[in-house]
């Protein structure tokens, strides 16, 4: 795709500055530009780059090389793009500006870089020191400091090569990545960007498939994970010796390891590359020198991009610094990736993206990855919780011919070979009850619901539902599984009982407090929640449509309103209005009241259970029951008769559990959304 000129410039200047010692690499940046501009600056970006020259170097006679017309610079006022600097780590050739003349050349090349922020400036050091590993980011320092420039041109940007480097490729690197940045104005199609970055890519791999490599790897056999590795510490000896200037020196060894990961940071000098490689249980440091892996290892190493998986053989050791890391012996490519990452401090910040794109999310973000490794840890947890205290965990069916359960609107579907109508479960509750019916005294399934309706930070159409029952149990006995459930899940992820969640903190040590639905409703909503008149004035009040309902339902409309939000918790909100709960038994001494619990946590709803209804008669009459002013939608009375019919077999009193997974598991990683605790939540078609 090419991108179209408007407005903007059709050529732009790149200034070269370069000493007499570096005449070979002018050529080179010469060639470049050539083939760039005819590869991908002209056909992408609609563009060429023109490059103005300054040799800072001196002849014979000590006068100044060849200094560009004053013309030529001017040209370059507003259009001046990049500065590329080429000299060698010799101290005299980085303090060029002496001579008047090119003094005042530099001054109009500085006055253009001020005037476009786009500007950028990055120089090229040839070095002939011997230098170790750690010793080449110090050396780099030096060079900025002896690099005697005006702020305006001192580099953004310093790389180090050897005499045994290919400057070209080094240059090409590093010139294709700077030039096809989306921040530059001549990138008007932010796909023209892309695809200079993948071609760049693709010639990578090209050159490893040349060498013979398979660039989508093979078979790894006995890697370590890296916090395996990085527990080898330990094994690390040390020896002191002294150098022939007296100085003393730190020599490691340590085990053989071998380890894979993907590729998220890399910074070459010259003969060595330090890199990090990160696995799914952390992060090491590799250490790659050209003469520690040798020439064919060394040439796989030039074309290794960011976000490539790789695995190495090597010494776990120390640098000078202490820094543990891996001095690899032999690199393994693994899969190149044609995409490049996110930017390393940028990143994925757009919440959609990070959504539809979980794969990178999960690459590159910041405890992503460690936040959905807690997710099945909690989910392990629960499930051994459960076994161990003698459930059977089972699996319903997710096609229903009813939409029971739960008062909520189902995803509808139609089996064709059947030729009748089906509904999406919207709960897990009437199958697992049934099964009590039949002597599984415990059972419980952890599994995915679906519910047709809105989309929030707490609410996703498809999500996870624990339903756990228990025969001879009531809903007591529900309230202590559920702190039993919490505080294991807590212990499975290592945390403390009291955890962060935004800027608050929960206290999950057990017990919870337990208050009463109508206690609460008359401290918070300040009526006397069995005076009729006082409900509906406080429904009114609130601007509730009052006509025509059931004063429950309004009494759960103004709980909704006044209550919920103020329910810090962790605390079982208990003893519903029967009414309102077909499917709960009602107390022996106060049959208007349902035995019914709902924990809740900041305001949000995480558990409801029941001592569960098992008379079959009452069962049938709630059923056909629909209280005024409810929509059919937000109740639980829908008629089964199947699970009534089951009702008349003998199901044992029993208590009845579920919990919102999700929401647990948002709590418990103090995540801020539904969305970033779901590994692809629904999201709208993706614009195009």
């Not at 050091?125 to 030096?142: A, F, I, K, M, P």
């Not at 960007?193 to 050159?207: F, N, P, S, T």
């Not at 096609?399 to 008062?407: M, P, R, V, W």
Request: some cysteine; proline content about 5%.
């Amino acid at each position: 795709m090419s991108a179209k000129p408007t407005n903007r410039p059709s050529k732009y200047q790149v200034f070269l500055l370069w000493s007499n010692d570096t005449v070979k690499e002018c050529r080179d940046v010469r060639k470049f530009f050539k083939e760039f501009n005819k590869k991908t600056a002209k056909p992408e970006f609609g563009v060429t780059f023109e490059i103005i020259d300054h040799c800072f170097g001196t002849d014979d006679k000590g006068h100044p090389g060849a200094v560009p017309a004053e013309e030529l610079l001017a040209k370059a006022k507003d259009t001046l793009a990049l500065t590329i600097g080429l000299c060698t780590d010799d101290e005299t050739s980085l303090n060029p500006y002496t001579e008047e003349k090119a003094q005042q050349q530099l001054d109009l090349v500085l006055e253009s870089a001020k005037q476009n922020k786009f500007h950028q400036s990055v120089w090229f050091v040839l070095t002939h020191r011997n230098n170790g590993s750690d010793q080449r980011e110090e050396v780099s320092g030096e060079i900025h400091d002896l690099l005697r420039l005006p702020e305006g041109l001192k580099p953004n940007d310093i790389c180090l090569f050897g005499e045994s480097d290919t400057f070209a490729d080094v240059l090409a690197e590093k010139l294709t990545k700077l030039l096809s940045d989306e921040s530059r104005p001549w990138i008007e199609d932010q796909n023209a960007a892309v695809h200079a970055i993948e071609a760049a890519r693709r010639q990578k791999m090209d050159k490893l498939v040349s060498l013979g490599i398979d660039p989508w790897g093979q078979r790894f056999d006995n890697k370590q994970s890296i916090s395996e590795v990085r527990g080898l510490e330990s094994e690390i000896t040390e020896e002191k010796t002294t150098s022939e200037g007296g100085r003393e020196q730190t020599q490691y060894s340590g085990p053989k390891v071998r380890v894979a990961g993907r590729v998220v940071l890399m910074r070459p000098t010259g003969k060595l590359i330090f890199i990090n490689l990160v696995d799914r249980t952390g992060t090491i440091q590799l250490f790659l020198g050209q003469a520690q892996v040798g020439e064919r290892n060394w040439e796989i190493a030039q074309c290794l991009d960011l976000g490539d998986i790789i695995g190495v053989d090597g010494e776990l050791k120390k640098t000078k610094t202490g820094e543990l890391t891996v001095f690899v012996e032999e690199l393994h490519f693994l899969t190149k990736t044609l995409e490049a990452p996110p930017e390393k401090h940028k990143g994925l910040t757009d919440p959609e993206m990070r959504q539809r794109m979980r794969y990178l999310d999960l690459a590159y973000g910041d405890g992503v990855l460690e936040r959905f490794v807690q997710r099945t840890q909690i989910v392990r947890s629960i499930r051994d919780t459960l076994v161990g205290e003698g459930y059977y965990e089972i699996e319903g069916p997710t096609l229903h011919t009813i939409a029971g359960g739960a008062a909520a609107r189902p995803f509808e579907t139609f089996h064709n070979a059947l030729g009748m109508p089906l509904v999406m479960r919207i709960a897990l509750e009437l199958h697992l009850k049934r099964l009590l019916v039949g002597g599984m005294e415990r059972v419980f399934e952890l599994g995915r619901v679906y519910r047709n309706e809105g989309i929030s930070p707490r609410h996703n159409p498809e999500f996870t539902m624990l339903e756990v029952y228990q025969a001879f149990g009531n809903y007591e006995t529900m309230m202590e599984l559920t702190e039993n459930i919490v505080k294991n899940a807590l212990d499975a992820i290592g945390s403390p009982y009291k955890v962060p969640f935004g800027e608050k903190e929960i206290d999950f040590t057990p017990p919870f407090d337990r208050k009463c639905y109508s206690d609460l409703l008359a401290e918070h909503a300040g009526i006397d929640p069995t005076n009729e008149a006082e409900v509906i004035a406080c429904a009114k009040k609130l601007g509730l449509e009052t006509d025509g309902k059931h004063p429950d339902v309004l009494r759960n409309e103004i709980f909704e309103e006044t209550v919920e939000d103020k329910l810090v918790g962790p605390v079982f909100v208990i003893d519903y209005p029967a009414s309102i709960c077909p499917l709960t038994k009602r107390k022996a001494d106060n049959p208007a009241v349902a035995e019914r619990f709902e924990l809740f946590i900041q305001g949000m709803e995480l558990a409801n259970a029941y001592t569960e209804l098992n008379d079959p008669d009452l069962q049938e009459k709630l059923f056909r029951t629909q209280l005024e002013g409810m929509d059919e939608e937000d109740s639980m009375a829908r008629m089964d008769t199947d699970f009534v019919r089951a009702l008349r077999n003998g199901m044992p009193p029993a208590g009845g559990l579920g919990i919102g997974i999700d929401r647990l598991v948002m709590l418990l990683t103090n995540s801020a959304t539904i969305r970033e605790i779901i590994l692809f939540p629904l999201l709208r078609h993706e614009a195009t």
